[in-house]
């Protein structure tokens, strides 16, 4: 069982900057490939990036690209997003989901349902 807690959410006004944060158990966190996703009320859950196990290599959501960093630091078992230069539009419930399963396309992780374990979720609101 994995355990997933975020931190960082908070209020923001456009162009400006978070930080999100996730922590996790288990003793498997370099194996596990990492994702960020968002959901704003009424949508549907969204991806937002994902980053490889010990590789680390990355994916992004044309949304973001350019604008949004995932970094993971395997000794203290926590995945990072850095949110540059945000928008009204960015505004949404932000939840980090761990994968188990490997698949050789990045762009399977961009759905919710490869990912096995999920954390309760931050609130980010940027202000226009």
């Known amino acids: 069982q994995v355990q997933l807690v975020e931190s960082g959410g908070g209020l923001v006004q456009a162009g400006g900057s978070l930080k999100l944060s996730c922590a996790a158990s288990g003793r498997s966190f370099s194996s596990y490939t990492m994702g960020w996703f968002r959901q704003a009320p009424g949508k549907e859950r969204e991806f937002v990036a994902t980053?490889?196990?010990?590789?680390?290599?990355?994916y992004y959501a044309d949304s973001v690209k350019g604008r949004f960093t995932i970094f993971r630091d395997n000794a203290q078992n926590t995945v990072s997003l850095q949110m540059n230069n945000l928008k009204p539009e960015d505004t949404a419930v932000y939840y980090c989901a761990a994968g188990t399963a490997y698949y050789s396309s990045n762009y399977r992780y961009t759905s919710p349902s490869v990912y096995d374990y999920w954390g309760q979720g931050t609130q980010v609101t940027v202000s226009s």
């Open positions: 980053i490889r196990g010990r590789a680390g290599g990355t």
